[in-house]
């Protein structure tokens, strides 16, 4: 497993923030989401530095979809990133956390009317706006408040990105966005100029998520700025801000390549000011918005070994005390991880089993075929890579009740999520 952010290991025991998993696991039961505070914060300076966030007022969006408790907006807050929120949830979350609502881009296919209403009601910055009938609800809304709102069009550009089928969102068959090469988005320029209580400021495009490649985002970088000329030239808007959405690639396991944030961050900004020069016109605000990038990495889950089923020459199992209800992702999108145990690092991995979870499903496998050391009933099992897609996409599956999440920084640890009990589990339940 290789080691991210802080974790270092010291006589055979896994430190993650100067703090062992034993500890954790001692202070905090299994599982647990383990969260390295200080390679988030490294992860947003980096991204506001080499996006040239000072000097050319470029803003870095955090996209909150990836893991968004109250005390991730405050750290977003305090580093000085934007937000991207995708619902009246998450915006509600932004809020409780006192986010200054006009550092928010507010996200979605389908926005409900409660959902417009409160973005309305709070002042959020700036609404992606998706479709015809979210365009004329929001003039509605705001006609009826006395309110004028920016937004951003989102587009598809037509730009296929090699990931997963489920999270590609840039091709011309998606449920998101105007879409370019049927005259849909020119169609909503023109039904813009109606309105009176709404203002298009920028454009959006977001063409999927743990892309490797830099090149298609460079596609992107180049439809997008001569987007901006055309709108201006024969609709006479002018575009200021040019969002390019997030999905650059992390590492999860040794097959994966990833770009350095840095390498991404100049690649954009370079193809930028060569298509813009080329073009002749003046370099807009540009927006990104990076989500696992900045919080993949930094976040760990711990589990104790339960049962171990050894089918000679077929399989052994290593059954942990979760699964699929704190990390659909191997379900999901098949997609892999590293693994290790946190109490016996260093040791040789002469064992090849597969990781499986609780729940009452065939499919709950965490990892298949993981080589790794000598294994124990109780032993503690760590899975990396976990932070972005993990506590967000969470369930109550089995009856199952949701893991906590620490922070850990500089040998201190931080609770910002509570372990549920069974009694948050029956709450909303009524008899």
Do not use: W
């Not at 969006?61 to 990133?81: H, R, S, T, V, W």
């Not at 830099?214 to 001569?226: K, S």
């Amino acid at each position: 497993m290789k080691l991210q952010g802080t974790m270092s290991i010291e006589q055979g025991q896994l430190y993650v923030g100067g703090i062992s998993c034993e500890e954790l696991r001692k202070e905090y039961q299994t599982p647990l989401y383990i969260f390295d505070e200080e390679l988030v914060r490294n992860n947003c300076r980096e991204y506001k530095e080499y996006f040239e966030v000072e000097e050319r007022k470029n803003r870095v969006a955090y996209a909150g979809k990836a893991f968004l408790p109250i005390y991730m907006c405050d750290l977003i807050n305090q580093e000085g990133l934007y937000l991207d929120v995708v619902s009246g949830g998450e915006l509600y979350t932004a809020n409780k956390a006192n986010f200054p609502m006009e550092r928010i881009l507010f996200h979605g296919n389908n926005k409900t009317i409660e959902e417009i209403e409160m973005g309305v009601n709070l002042g959020v910055g700036r609404f992606v706006v998706d479709n015809y009938y979210e365009l004329d609800l929001l003039e509605k809304i705001c006609e009826e408040k006395n309110k004028k709102q920016s937004i951003y069009f989102r587009i598809t550009p037509g730009i296929e990105a090699h990931t997963h089928d489920y999270i590609k969102t840039g091709q011309i068959d998606s449920k998101f966005g105007f879409t370019l090469s049927n005259g849909d988005l020119h169609n909503a320029l023109e039904h813009i100029k109606n309105y009176k209580n709404i203002e298009l400021v920028g454009i959006h495009a977001h063409i999927g998520s743990q892309i490797f490649d830099v090149e298609p985002f460079l596609d992107e970088v180049e439809i997008m700025m001569n987007l901006v000329k055309d709108i201006r030239e024969n609709h006479y808007i002018n575009i200021k801000e040019v969002d390019l959405g997030g999905g650059v690639g992390v590492y999860y396991t040794e097959k994966d390549e990833p770009k350095t944030i840095k390498e991404f961050c100049k690649a954009i900004i370079t193809k930028c000011d060569k298509v813009c020069k080329e073009i002749g016109i003046d370099t807009p605000i540009l927006v990104i918005e990076p989500g696992r990038s900045i919080v993949a990495n930094a976040g760990s889950t711990i589990y104790t070994v339960g049962s171990i089923k050894d089918i000679k020459d077929v399989r052994t199992y290593v059954s942990v005390d979760g699964g699929m209800t704190d990390n659909i992702r191997p379900s999901l999108y098949q997609a892999g991880y590293e693994c290790a145990i946190a109490n016996k690092m260093g040791q040789e991995k002469n064992n090849q089993v597969t990781i499986a979870g609780k729940c009452c499903e065939s499919g709950d496998i965490l990892i298949t075929d993981a080589d790794i050391m000598d294994i124990e009933s109780g032993d503690i099992l760590i899975m990396s890579s976990t932070g972005a897609y993990g506590y967000s996409m969470s369930s109550n599956y089995n009856k199952i009740i949701k893991p906590a999440v620490v922070s850990v920084r500089g040998g201190e640890a931080n609770l910002i999520c509570k372990r549920q009990s069974y009694e948050d589990l029956l709450s909303l339940e009524l008899l």
